[in-house]
């Protein structure tokens, strides 16, 4: 379906060209007084200087070209030169009815669907998943759902981090630990043991041991990074431990998402890109595009036009290890092989946007992609506590995803076990399903690149811009629907009329803004619009709700009415939270 915006602007452009004016002045934008109108141009003001005619004119004359209107009750002229608009009733509640008619919600999918690589998630193997992985994959899987919802293809790949130090420095602890195990005897020839030598719990012990160790000792840093150099040149003892240490986190990290209800269709890594690698930086030196500057191997990637030093990507280290650059310019040679994207997102922290600039700006000039193809970094900002630091556990450690996922739950457990019965189980359940929509929502209500607190008082409440008061109107709609249909009543063929109160066309202006609202956080990449939108139609229900006699309502076709007007505003919520990763209980 046609946005209303753009409904309305049609019309108004026809308005101002039977006017004698030019169309492009017909911009309609929701009016800032919805105590006077709905929409509004202020088209007559931008045209006053070309057509050297005070604004009221102009709007006057516009105005009278719209009182055949199709779409508007009420169009006024108002000083300086605004023209007010406000939508005819009937026209809303048809618009409604097609609305509900269609599959889509009267979003109208793109006509040209493009193949895009989200690659999103991007957490650490063997380091434990801590928060600052947390918004990559919240904002990730709604960027990868919208453009889902869109017609595009989308691919989600989790890009793990799985090439880098980390390995060599668990490698070296393990021989530290354990040296007489196989995978550390040169001349071994059988096969290695098909058992890990640790589990997740002492692998996350392992790492940060090994990480701590290094910063202090020169030797075991040289070591580690030796380690690192030999995996990723194949040996194979230290091939079998990182298959080891891949099993083990793998799993881990996937019950973590699938708690966290992100789903990657891909598990790819950076190690994926290895394979790419020597083929890679060959044709990048036979073709001059790389060179050796201090000893590593660099592609320029500064511009006439920047106004500031942009340093080379870096492929090859001296000794000969890769690099962040190297693994992600290599993945994006499989991406092209494999996928052909039109589009690849990254998400990342945005103090990674210097890399991505880097890495962007080589696999152009090089061809790893072609010209073509949209790069894009979406950065994201830091998710802090209360007092404005980066979020840590009560006792100042780095908060595990598990636990605060817990921790959060628990939360809502007790509120919703507060002065009521409900059966365990279900509390348990319900508990779970309101405590993610607090962090999910928690974080994409605010624009993405922004820092935030994670307040979970706040977060977790059930009024104000939070998940669960979302949850909360969906939940109470849900339940004036099951008792509708209680008495016995259908909630098929039900048919939307023109608003009886106002409150009720307050709620119909909000719920026909889906499609519109949809395109507009795909094109900006911008969840949180989404967030704004429920928040707003939540409380445009809920004053409906307040306002209105719903299931007391007399006149039976008004009642259709007001309960179709409710099964519409409940998809539209579902919708919503859908893109967003959540969704909503039965009860609450
Ligand atoms: N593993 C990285 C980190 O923890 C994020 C990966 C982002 N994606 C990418 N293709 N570089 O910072």
């Known amino acids: 379906m046609k946005k209303m915006m753009d409904l309305i602007a049609e019309e108004l452009a026809e308005a101002f060209e039977k006017a004698g004016y030019d169309k492009s002045y017909a911009k309609v934008t929701l009016s800032n007084r919805p105590d006077l109108c709905e929409y509004q141009c202020n088209g007559a003001m931008a045209g006053a200087k070309t057509y050297r005619k005070a604004p009221i004119m102009i ?65 650490n193997v063997a380091k434990p998943l801590h928060v600052g992985h947390l918004r990559s994959a919240i904002i990730g899987e709604s960027v990868k759902r919208i453009a889902r919802k869109m017609g595009h293809k989308v691919l989600g790949d989790i890009h793990l981090g799985d090439w880098g130090y980390q390995m060599g420095l668990i490698i070296t602890e393990l021989k530290r630990r354990q040296p007489e195990l196989p995978y550390f005897d040169e001349d071994f020839e059988g096969n290695y043991p098909k058992e890990a030598p640790f589990t997740i719990g002492e692998l996350e012990e392992i790492y940060p041991t ?106 090859q280290k001296s000794d000969g290890a890769s690099l962040y650059g190297t693994t992600d310019l290599a993945t994006l040679v499989q991406r092209v092989q494999d996928y052909h994207p039109d589009q690849v997102i990254y998400i990342a922290d945005k103090r990674q946007e210097l890399h991505f600039l880097q890495v962007f700006r080589a696999a152009k000039k090089t061809g790893i992609v072609p010209e073509k193809t949209d790069l894009q970094f979406l950065g994201f900002g830091t998710m802090n506590g209360k007092d404005g630091k980066p979020f840590k556990t009560r006792e100042g450690g780095v908060m595990r995803l598990e636990n605060l996922i817990a921790e959060i739950t628990e939360e809502m457990y007790k509120k919703i076990t507060d002065n009521r019965t409900v059966e365990e189980a279900e509390a348990q359940a319900t508990a779970k399903v309101v405590g993610m929509s607090a962090i999910k929502y928690g974080d994409l209500s605010n624009q993405a690149s922004k820092d935030y607190v994670f307040d979970v008082d706040r977060f977790t409440s059930f009024e104000g811009n939070t998940g669960p008061y979302i949850l909360y109107t969906i939940v109470r709609i849900k339940s004036i629907l099951n008792k509708y249909q209680a008495e016995g009543k259908a909630l098929d063929g039900l048919q939307i009329e023109a608003a009886h109160n106002d409150s009720e066309k307050a709620l119909m202006l909000e719920t026909l803004k889906y499609n519109e609202v949809i395109e507009n956080a795909f094109e900006e990449m911008a969840p949180h619009k989404i967030c704004a939108f429920i928040y707003d139609l939540a409380n445009a229900f809920n004053r409906f709700y307040h306002e209105t006699k719903i299931l007391a309502e007399e006149n039976e076709s008004v009642q259709k009415s007001y309960v179709a007007l409710l099964v519409l505003t409940k998809q539209v919520l579902e919708s919503c939270i859908d893109v967003l990763g959540f969704e909503a209980p039965e009860r609450m």
């Not at 994926?272 to 590593?296: C, N, S, T, W």
């Open 59 to 123: 709007a006057n004359d516009v105005v009278d070209n719209l009182k055949e209107s199709k779409y508007l009750e009420e169009v006024n002229a108002v000083n300086p030169g605004f023209i007010n608009m406000k939508l005819n009733k009937k026209f809303v509640a048809d618009y409604l009815n097609q609305m509900k008619s269609e599959e889509s919600l009267g979003l109208e999918k793109t006509e040209n669907p493009r193949m895009i690589v989200v690659d999103y998630g991007g957490p």
């Open 210 to 315: 090994a990480s701590a160790k290094a910063k202090e000792d020169e030797a075991y840093r040289e070591e580690a990074l030796h380690a690192t150099y030999l995996l990723q040149n194949g040996h194979k003892g230290y091939t079998a431990i990182w298959n080891h240490i891949m099993q083990v986190s793998v799993s881990d990290l996937k019950k973590n998402y699938a708690n966290l209800n992100v789903e990657f269709d891909l598990w790819k890594g950076e190690s994926d890109a290895q394979a790419y690698i020597p083929d890679m930086i060959e044709r990048l030196k036979e073709e001059g595009f790389a060179h050796v500057d201090e000893g590593a191997l660099v592609i320029d990637v500064q511009e006439e036009t920047d106004t500031k030093e942009i340093p080379p990507c870096m492929i």
